[in-house]
């Protein structure tokens, strides 16, 4: 699913990747953690594209994206990966479900078919009563399961993850980590999650350690040691 070899990056003098190899397979949920500046959103930015490495390659979903064009990694990014962040980004001028549709309608999928999807995937996230609603009459888990919800909506090979958790009480904590594993049950979603949560980072199949750009431990959770 995801194979990356090599990969260095700097900012500056800054080196912050220092040559990382990393495999994940179709269906994983895979945390990464560490300090700090150990490197983990740089990393997570560079398999999604959002920024290119120094050196290496990466290949997702048979697809080698580190040669691609501006235009190419565009539409790259609309099929194949969806995203979640810290603090949604829903656009407050739209409902849920419009939110929802947004990379469809950017994919050019007919809009009949990008509102049964929409429907279906909220359906799913429990929010069905919600549809219509803007994101300030939605509360914080609401806003991110819509977020979920539209990172699904053009079926990505992976979803990537920014502190999906960061911004929620404990109960939306433990609802939205239940998601992720009920999608990958429903869906055979692969994940990869930056996150400070040691509950969440426990509960995926395996745990990358990063530190000081390069990864020191890759096992699972069960197995791993204090660092």
């Known amino acids: 699913m995801i194979d990356i070899k090599g990969i ?11 040559g990382i190899d990393l495999h994940i397979n ?6 990464i953690v560490g300090p700090s500046g150990a490197g983990k959103t740089t990393l997570l930015q560079i ?10 390659s990466i290949m997702v979903d048979g697809i080698e994206t580190s040669n691609l064009s501006k235009n190419k990694l565009s539409e790259f990014r609309n099929q194949h990966l969806g995203f979640v962040f810290q603090f949604h980004q829903l656009l407050p ?6 939110n929802v549709m947004m990379p469809a309608y950017i994919a050019g999928v007919k809009p009949k078919e990008a509102r049964a999807k929409a429907e279906e995937l909220l359906h799913f996230m429990g929010l069905s009563d919600r549809a219509t609603h803007k994101p300030n009459e939605l509360s914080g888990g609401e806003k991110q399961r819509v977020a979920v919800a539209r990172a699904l909506i053009n079926n990505p090979s992976v979803i990537l993850a920014d502190e999906p958790s960061g911004s929620l009480d404990t109960k939306n904590k433990a609802d939205l980590h239940q998601l992720f594993f009920d999608l990958r049950d429903k869906f055979g979603q692969t994940f990869v999650i930056v996150t400070h949560d040691e509950t969440l980072a426990t509960l995926t199949d395996r745990t990358i350690h990063l530190k000081d750009g390069l990864i020191i431990n890759d096992e699972k959770p069960s197995e791993t040691t204090t660092i």
Do not use: H, R, W
């Open 8 to 18: 260095t990056k700097s900012f500056g003098s800054l080196q912050v990747l220092k």
């Open 26 to 31: 179709k269906g994983e949920v895979v945390s």
């Open 47 to 56: 398999i999604g594209t959002l920024d290119k490495p120094d050196s290496g």
């Open 93 to 98: 001028e739209f409902t849920a479900i419009e």
